[in-house]
């Protein structure tokens, strides 16, 4: 499987890169970005690692051809907020540059089936844009969502509890946003109900939330840009896809009528196969947990009508 990086020169496609050797699946990855020094240098430190790894292909430019035969296309490249700007001014730069990514793409030879796999943010509205654009067909474009948002989640009650992080199992749905929900209605430690863990209290887990929804502007803060858990995200998502797993992750994709939600695309829990979205499940939540979702998926409508 050839996997391609748009943006793979920046901190997140590198380091999706790394994981991506690291997990030894996909067999080549391409490198595009703007700085070719900095592609062709990131392709040049990976291959110094291939007699360690896996036997894989690593391949860069600042040109698009270097995409052709792709079977996965993963979107990284974005740009960060400037001082005094707002959100919604980031927005449409970002959709801008993003709608010329997805023209240059349409120039480019994706094997039948390809894949589309947007991280860039706002994640939800470029993966609406993409879906609509009509590069490829819609179960073919996914957007990373809240697969970091849920990892994230899980980490940090993990150290609350004390306990092996792969063991937690609670999702974050929604929006990779302000209007993210957790859903604790169904979380679960080893099994058993979250509730009945000893340190459990609604207060304390929410106030896990509340930092997991900060996290990202906190690493930001403290070493300038989130890295490395969105590139072990970005990781099971295009394994799922490599391996045709059917894993269940929160990715995000286009709704058609899950929990009532409709024409926007946001995260619900989703099995992740070679053809894409596999199939959207619809997970039991509480009424609180439902509105929540609804008014996720309205904010990020409210976002979508205002751009330029």
């Known amino acids: 499987m050839k996997v391609s990086i748009i943006g793979g020169g920046g901190r997140v496609g590198s380091d999706a890169a790394y994981a991506l050797q690291l997990g030894g699946i996909v067999r080549e990855i391409a490198l595009v970005d703007m700085n070719a020094d900095m592609a062709a240098g990131e392709a040049l430190d990976l291959r110094h690692g291939a007699a360690l790894t896996a036997h894989q292909k690593f391949t860069s430019s600042n040109e698009y051809g270097v995409v052709d035969g792709s079977d996965c296309v993963v979107i990284t490249a974005g740009l960060r907020r400037k001082p005094d700007e707002t959100r919604l001014e980031?927005?449409?730069?970002?959709?801008?540059?993003?709608?010329?990514?997805?023209?240059?793409?349409?120039?480019?030879?994706?094997?039948?089936?390809?894949?589309?796999?947007?991280?860039?943010?706002?994640?939800?509205?470029?993966?609406?844009?993409?879906?609509?654009?009509?590069?490829?067909?819609?179960?073919q474009v996914l957007g990373l969502g809240t697969v970091l948002d849920t990892c994230r989640f899980r980490s940090l009650l993990a150290d609350h509890f004390n306990v092996n992080a792969t063991d937690v199992k609670a999702l974050i749905l929604g929006e990779?946003?302000?209007?993210?929900?957790?859903?604790?209605?169904?979380?679960?430690?080893?099994?058993?109900?979250?509730?009945?863990v000893p340190g459990y209290t609604p207060d304390e887990v929410q106030g896990v939330?509340?930092?997991?929804?900060?996290?990202?502007?906190?690493?930001?803060?403290?070493?300038?840009?989130?890295?490395?858990?969105?590139?072990?995200?970005?990781?099971?998502?295009?394994?799922?896809?490599?391996?045709?797993?059917?894993?269940?992750?929160?990715?995000?994709?286009?709704?058609?009528?899950?929990l009532g939600i409709s024409d926007i695309s946001l995260s619900l829990p989703t099995k992740v196969g070679r053809s894409g979205v596999v199939e959207v499940l619809e997970p039991a939540v509480s009424g609180q947990e439902r509105e929540g979702l609804h008014k996720s998926a309205q904010s990020l409508k409210d976002v979508l009508s205002q751009l330029a």
């Open 209 to 258: 939330f509340e930092f997991t929804r900060k996290s990202g502007a906190e690493v930001i803060r403290l070493k300038g840009g989130a890295g490395r858990a969105v590139g072990v995200s970005i990781k099971e998502v295009v394994e799922a896809i490599a391996l045709n797993s059917e894993k269940v992750l929160p990715v995000s994709s286009l709704q058609r009528g899950t």
């Open 90 to 139: 980031l927005v449409n730069r970002n959709v801008s540059l993003f709608r010329g990514i997805l023209d240059s793409l349409k120039g480019v030879k994706l094997n039948e089936g390809a894949i589309i796999l947007v991280v860039s943010n706002p994640v939800d509205i470029l993966t609406n844009l993409a879906t609509t654009s009509g590069l490829v067909p819609e179960k």
């Open 176 to 196: 990779h946003g302000d209007s993210m929900v957790p859903i604790l209605s169904s979380a679960t430690v080893g099994g058993v109900p979250m509730s009945s």
